[in-house]
């Protein structure tokens, strides 16, 4: 928020094309969190630019009981969190793209040396085993892709 609000400041507005945001938020603080952008683009006259989702994320790791529920996180509730994000992103603006950080476990969130809140953000666990949000973001994207 810092960095756009400079920009703006700035008049960076005839110097970029896209918007982007960074969000890890649950559905609920999903919207806050766009609409907040939104308004911060608009007093800066950069409402009209598109707002690109380029990271978020969700945690699961349901092999380590431990690790689930250091984060209170589960492959249910990152499948949830994940469809419901990419669906508010879409409902937004239909121009908008949103990107999950990230495809793979960036890290073995098995051992305690792993366990970074993001060790289990992958929607493929290392090995690439799918989680449940990999077929779940599947079957959301053909559902709102697939011609008539």
Do not use: H, W
């Given at each position: 928020m810092e960095w756009l609000e400079r920009a703006g400041q700035l008049g960076a507005k005839d110097y970029f094309d896209i918007a982007t945001i960074h969000s890890y938020a649950a559905p609920s603080g999903y919207?806050?969190?766009?609409?907040?952008?939104?308004?911060?683009?608009a007093r800066y006259g950069m409402g009209d630019k598109p707002l690109w989702i380029n990271e978020l994320g969700a945690t699961a790791y349901?092999?380590?009981?431990?690790?689930?529920?250091?984060?209170?996180?589960?492959?249910?509730?990152?499948?949830?969190?994940?469809?419901?994000?990419?669906?508010?992103?879409?409902?937004?603006d239909p121009r908008m793209k949103a990107f999950w950080f990230c495809t793979y476990d960036p890290r073995d969130s098995a051992h305690e040396s792993g366990w970074a809140w993001d060790a289990?953000?992958?929607?493929?666990y290392l090995g690439f085993l799918p989680k449940l949000s990999y077929a779940a973001l599947a079957g959301v994207s053909y559902e709102l892709d697939r011609p008539e």
């Open positions: 919207s806050a969190a766009i609409k907040q952008r939104r308004d911060m683009l349901d092999f380590s009981p431990e690790y689930s529920q250091k984060y209170s996180c589960s492959e249910l509730k990152q499948a949830k969190v994940l469809t419901a994000n990419y669906a508010l992103s879409l409902s937004e289990g953000i992958g929607v493929l």
